[in-house]
T-cell receptor
């Protein structure tokens, strides 16, 4: 069965632009989470969506937003890009939400470089 | 907030040696997951632990969910070159119902000398 699919894999943007990243979860999975990975901060939770609703949000500014569609696919958007937004953005999916007993699988990530 | 302390940060070993790494926290976690990440790729799930005291194996890998629910360890036996990479522990903290997030350790970088 197909894993978590993220597009695009690589992209370069200019400061001030905005970017949209896409994630298709594993078939049947309804929870999608997003994480940012940088050398300095490691893996940091951005937000989680389940049934098209944001269920949890990490400590990121409002420039970071997301949404989930009825087919569980998700997008995240970063507006007014800053150099510090350069990172690997990872999408993860799980069958359900909740803080117990869930196995969470990651995609290969989208590498964003802001110049 | 919740933090995971993962150690060691790096390991340099000979092929065939056993490896041990662990994560500790001051907070309780409901689930512990161990991932391996290769350069340029996303984390790949190795082992999932759901109950305090649980000991689970996956081939040469063994992991345990600590009794206090505040720690976990991962052992790799008879290391081989393809074990090279960065290993992350991740825990699911107890948060609001109907939501989830993972808190990650800083990673253990494993290097193997043939």
């Amino acid at each position: 069965k197909a894993g978590v699919t993220q597009t695009p894999r690589y992209l370069i943007k200019t400061r001030g632009q905005q970017v949209t990243l896409s994630c298709s979860p594993i078939s049947g999975h309804r929870s999608v989470s997003w994480y940012q990975q940088t050398p300095g901060q490691g893996l940091q939770f951005l937000f989680e969506y389940f049934s098209e609703t944001q269920r949890n949000k990490g400590n990121f500014p409002g420039r970071f937003s997301g949404r989930q569609f009825s087919n569980s696919r998700s997008e995240m958007n970063v507006s007014t890009l800053e150099l510090g937004d350069s990172a690997l953005y990872l999408c993860a999916s799980s069958l359900k939400t909740g803080h117990s007993g869930n196995t969470i699988y990651f995609g290969e990530g989208s590498w964003l470089t802001v110049v | 907030g919740q933090q995971l302390n993962q150690s060691p940060q790096s390991m340099f070993i000979q092929e065939g040696e056993d490896v041990s790494m662990n994560c500790t926290s001051s907070s309780i976690f409901n689930t512990w997951l161990w991932y391996k990440q290769d350069p340029g790729e996303g984390p790949v799930l190795l082992i999932a632990l759901y109950k305090a005291g649980e000991l689970t194996s996956n081939g040469r890998l063994t992991a345990q969910f600590g009794i206090t629910r505040k720690d976990s360890f991962l052992n790799i036996s008879a290391s081989i070159p393809s074990d090279v990479g960065i290993y992350f522990c991740a825990g699911q903290p107890i948060i609001i119902q109907g939501a989830q997030k993972l808190v990650f350790g800083q990673g253990t970088r494993l290097t193997i000398n043939p």
